[in-house]
Structure formats: C-alpha cells, structure tokens
T-cell receptor, first 110, second 113 residues
C-alpha cells in the first residue's frame, strides 16, 4: 500500500542554520498530492505547503519544498531556522485518502 | 473565532466508562475526520466521513464509533475506556474528500484513569 517515510524523528539545529526535513513516499497513483503540516506545541496541525506539480518549488512562510516524482521525494527546506520554527512537522500523501508520515520534531536552539 | 468546535477541551474518565467527544464544523465542508495523537504515537488517522457516510475506518476496535447526526457534526463515542485510550483526539474537516487541505479543531485531551 501507499506510504510516507520521514526518516528523522528528531532534528535539533542552531538558530540561523538551514533546515531540511526529509520526506519520501511510495504510491501507485501517478498524480499524488503531497502536503507538509506543522504542529506547534499545544496546537493542532495546520497546512504549511501543498504540491502536486512535478519539479515545481512551492513556498510559504519562508519554507519551501519541491515535489520530485523521479525520486518520490518532497523534502521541506528553509534557508535560516528561527526559534519559532520549533514544532512537529508531518509529511502527508493524498491519493483520496491522506497517508501520514510519522512526523519529525524540529527543535531550534539559540 | 474557531470554525471547528470540539467539546470538551479536556476530559477525565475512569476505566470502563463511556464518553462522547463532540465535533461541529462551520466551514461548510462535506468531509469530516477523526484523528488521535498520543505521546507514544504520531498523528493517527481513525475515520473519515463524506456527506455523512463512513468512507474510511482505520480503527481496529469497535469501541470507537463515530456518529454523524448532521452534515456538520461528527461525534466520537468511545465505550469501555482503557488507560491506553488516553490521547488528544482531533476532529478535522475538508471541503471534500480527496486532495483538499484539512482544517483541524483544537482537540479534546482525554485522560483515562
């Protein structure tokens, strides 16, 4: 069946350094939609990014991701981490049912 | 002004009891969902409804029963509560089932003693 893999359970970075959270997926669906959701402490998840176009960069709130169907990847990146970026990040795949990754906890230290 | 209302925000229950978690959405969405999140597990999909019909069920236990009395309501009845049921239960909705973004309620934090 379809699946989403987030290899890092925890990423700890110093403020100002670049962020990259990995997301790869498996699906038989030729046109998947990929999402990044962010969940700050004591809050509910909310959409950060969404894409379905191959090789097109999607940006929002300083974060960006590019869907690469050739490598089945949708990594989340940011050029310079901020303390407020500390949160839980979920990658998800939609083939009419939303398939979630296990999440990556990002901790940004001063 | 929250558009997805979950009641109560916090709930304490004793083992073996039954509770109902309430969810109402005022976004005019046609699809609604229940998710669970505990300290031990990441966000876990439970149920999806579309136009008040059950579409997906990933919950193995029949102790969890969704109930949709109206299009914008999706309650979750949990019977014979166990300590392992302790978690935050999130209700979510989307315009339609498919590739739409999900909007989440603030959650109901359930503690089973």
């Amino acid at each position: 069946g379809d699946s989403v893999t987030q290899t890092e359970g925890l990423v700890t970075l110093t403020e100002g350094l670049p962020v990259m959270l990995n997301c790869t997926y498996q699906t038989i669906y030729s046109n998947p939609f990929l999402f990044w959701y962010v969940q700050h402490l004591n809050e509910s998840p909310r959409l950060l990014l969404k894409s379905f176009t191959d090789n097109k960069r999607t940006e929002h709130q300083g974060f960006h991701a590019t869907l690469h169907k050739s490598s089945s990847s949708f990594h989340l990146q940011k050029s310079s981490a901020q303390l407020s970026d500390s949160a839980l990040y979920y990658c998800a795949l939609s083939n009419y049912q939303l398939i979630w990754g296990s999440g990556t906890k990002l901790i940004i230290k001063p | 002004d929250p558009k997805i209302i979950q009641k109560p925000k916090y709930l304490v229950a004793v083992t073996g009891s039954e509770k109902i978690l309430i969810c109402e959405q005022y976004l005019g969405h046609n699809a609604m969902y229940w998710y669970r999140q505990s300290a031990k597990k990441p966000l876990e999909f439970m149920f999806s409804y579309s136009y008040q019909k059950l579409m997906d069920n990933q919950t193995a236990s029949s102790r969890f029963q969704p109930q949709s009395s109206k299009k914008n309501h999706l309650d979750l009845q949990i019977t014979a509560l166990k300590p392992d049921d302790s978690a935050t239960y999130f209700c979510a909705s989307s315009q339609d089932r498919g590739h739409e973004r999900l909007f989440f309620g603030h959650g109901t934090k359930l503690s089973v003693l």
